[in-house]
């Protein structure tokens, strides 16, 4: 069993930038895969970037240049940078990994955080 706890999640100003933080209490090196979903109310979850041990990030078309998804080697988990936040940003944002899958889609994870909110304002 893995355990997620995120942290960084606020309220900012359209424009402005939040990091992110996922602490996973497993080694990186023990996962095949790490990302971020995010899920506004009354919206399916959706998946924002992942992160895999060996190999390139994948960004959503909706973040890609904006947001940077990448390896916290001191606390074992990922960090999530989000620059140029939208008022279309918030949502509650979830850490998820997995040790046998590929975190391609809210079924292909096996573990989530328990999420932290961000909320842009316009």
């Known amino acids: 069993q893995v355990r997620l706890v995120e942290s960084g999640g606020g309220s900012v100003q359209a424009g402005g930038s939040l990091r992110l933080s996922c602490a996973a209490s497993?080694?990186?090196?023990?996962?095949?895969?790490m990302a971020w979903f995010r899920q506004a109310p009354g919206k399916p979850r959706e998946w924002v970037a992942r992160?895999?041990?060996?190999?390139?990030?994948y960004y959503a078309d909706s973040v890609k240049g904006r947001f940077t998804i990448s390896q916290d080697n001191a606390k074992n988990g990922i960090y999530l940078q989000m620059n140029t936040l939208k008022p279309e940003d918030t949502a509650m944002y979830f850490c998820a990994a997995g040790q046998y899958s590929a975190c391609r889609t809210s079924s292909d994870v096996e573990y989530w955080g328990q999420g932290t909110q961000v909320t842009v304002s316009s």
């Open positions: 992160f895999f041990p060996i190999g390139s990030p």
């Open positions: 497993s080694h990186i090196l023990t996962m095949s895969c």
